[in-house]
Each structure stands twice: as C-alpha cells, then as structure tokens.
C-alpha cells in the first residue's frame, strides 16, 4: 500500500536553514504537500507541488521533488522560532484525489 | 469567517459512552473529510463522503458512523467508546483534485 515516511526530529540554530525530507511509494502520486502543525492547533498546507515539477519556491520555503527516488524536501530558509511545529508531508493520486496519504510528522525545534 | 469548523474543541467523556463530533465548512468543497490523529502524531483518513456519499471507509470499527445531512456537514457520531478512542480527530474538506483544508481538530479524551 501507500506509504510517506519522514524522521521525526529536527533542530535546528534560529537563522539556519531546515530542511525536512520525505520519502514516498505511490508512483503515482500527482500532488505532494507540506502541512504546518502548531501547539493546539490544526494543519495548515504551506505548499504543494505538483509531481510535474521538480522544484516550488515560495517566500523563504522552496519545495524540492526528486521523482525518480520518490524523495521530497521542504527547506526553510532563516528558520524562526516561529517555525517550530511538526511538519507533515502528504501525498494523493489523480485517480483517488478524496484520499490523502500523511507521514508521521517532523517536529521541528528552533535552538538560539 | 472560519472555513472549516469543528465543535467541540474538546471533548472528555467515560468509556461507554456516544458522542458526536460536528464539522461545518463554508468553502462550497464537493468533499469533506475525518482523519485520527494518534498518539504518535500518525494522521490516518478514517472517512470521506463527496456530495454527501461515503467514498471512503478505512477499517474503521463500526462503532464510528459519519453522517452528511448536506454538502456543508460531516458529523461524526462514536458509540459506546473506548480507551484507544482518544485522539485527535480532524475534519478536512477540498475541491476536486486539490489540495484540502483542515478544521482545528477536536480532542478527545475519554477515561
């Protein structure tokens, strides 16, 4: 069956980059997201790439898709404190679009 | 203003017991969604209902019935519930082939 896979930690210096990786199964994944989960709250999509592309740059996140390998990474450039959460990346297929397939969440911690 | 809602926030109860967990969304979404979130922090689609018809149905015990009473709604309703019941519970709802937008979540506890 389908599977995401993610380490679940990550700490990073306040101002370094984070890069948060991801690896996937379904080969025919047709869109791969990145989730935000803060304390007490729900899951906020901060970005999705389509599996067409190979790179998505938004603001200080830049989305990186290596089909080939299934391998996905999310890198946050000059991570904030406000960056710390658990990131979760995700992926569906265009035949079963209702469906979304997580990973178990990356806890990111900010250290000063 | 919120797009996806879920009530309650949270929710503790003793094992036995029914309770209903609602989500509301004002997106105009065609597909809404439950998902648990264990322990672990494993997110797992339990549910997904597209213009009030059960797409979906994971291997969810059948304790757990969600109803759709209209395009905007998905309720989840949990009969006689037990220890490893409590988690998170996450209501989504998207578009056709796109991306999904999830509620707050609603945290249940039961003891």
């Known amino acids: 069956g389908e599977d995401v896979e993610q380490s679940l930690f990550l700490s990073v210096r306040e101002g370094d980059s984070s890069v948060i990786n991801c690896t996937y199964t379904?080969?025919?994944?047709?869109?791969l997201y990145w989730y935000k989960q803060e304390p007490g709250a729900g899951l906020q999509l901060l970005t999705y790439?389509?599996?067409?592309?190979d790179m998505k740059q938004d603001q200080r996140l830049t989305v990186l898709l290596n089909k080939k390998d299934k391998h996905l990474s999310l890198r946050i450039a000059d991570t904030q404190t406000g960056d710390s959460a658990i990131y979760f990346c995700?992926?569906?297929?265009?035949?079963?679009?209702?469906?979304?397939?997580f990973g178990s969440g990356t806890r990111l911690s900010i250290r000063p | 203003d919120t797009a996806v809602s879920q009530t309650p926030k949270y929710l503790v109860t003793q094992m036995g017991n029914d309770k209903s967990i609602k989500c509301e969304q004002n997106l105009g979404h065609d597909t809404m969604y439950w998902y648990k979130q264990d322990s672990k922090k494993f997110l797992k689609i339990m549910f997904s209902?597209?213009?009030?018809?059960?797409?979906i149905n994971e291997t969810v015990p059948n304790r757990f019935s969600p109803k759709s009473p209209d395009k905007a709604h998905l309720n989840l309703h949990i009969n006689s519930l037990e220890l490893g019941d409590s988690a998170v519970y996450f209501c989504?709802?998207?578009?056709?082939?796109?991306?999904?937008?999830f509620g707050q979540g609603t945290r249940l506890t039961v003891v």
């Open positions: 995700a992926e569906s297929d265009y035949s079963s679009a209702s469906k979304i397939i």
């Open positions: 209902y597209n213009n009030k018809e059960l797409i």
């Open positions: 790439i389509f599996s067409n592309m």
């Open positions: 379904d080969s025919s994944s047709t869109y």
């Open positions: 989504a709802s998207s578009p056709p082939d796109s991306e999904a937008f």
